[in-house]
């Protein structure tokens, strides 16, 4: 069974930084295509940014050039760096392995 965790949600200001990692057991990290979704309240949920085995990405256009998905697979871990922050990205984030496991999610608030 695999299991991720998220932490580094918070509370910022606009134009803040946070980055999130999730962190997965299991060995199915290394060939598993790595994603960040967020869910905002009374919002569908919706794909941030992906990350592949072969470490190829994509970007929501929401936040292309303000996000950045990175991957240490000796770590079994999956960031999502988070720059230029908005109150419009306030969610609860959530990293999924392969589309099969999910974390519990992490709230990130941006304040204006």
């Known amino acids: 069974q695999v299991q991720l965790v998220e932490s580094g949600g918070g509370l910022v200001q606009a134009g803040g930084s946070l980055r999130l990692s999730c962190a997965a057991s299991?060995?199915?990290?290394?060939?598993?295509?790595m994603r960040w979704y967020r869910q905002a309240p009374g919002k569908q949920r919706e794909l941030v940014a992906i990350?592949?085995?072969?470490?190829?990405?994509n970007y929501a256009d929401s936040v292309k050039g303000r996000f950045t998905i990175s991957r240490d697979n000796a770590k079994n871990t999956v960031y999502l760096q988070m720059n230029s922050l908005k109150p419009e990205d306030t969610a609860v984030y959530y990293c999924?392995?392969?589309?099969?496991?999910w974390g519990q999610g992490t709230q990130v608030t941006v304040s204006s």
């Open positions: 999924s392995a392969g589309l099969v496991y």
């Open positions: 299991g060995s199915i990290f290394s060939v598993s295509a």
């Open positions: 990350i592949t085995s072969g470490g190829n990405t």
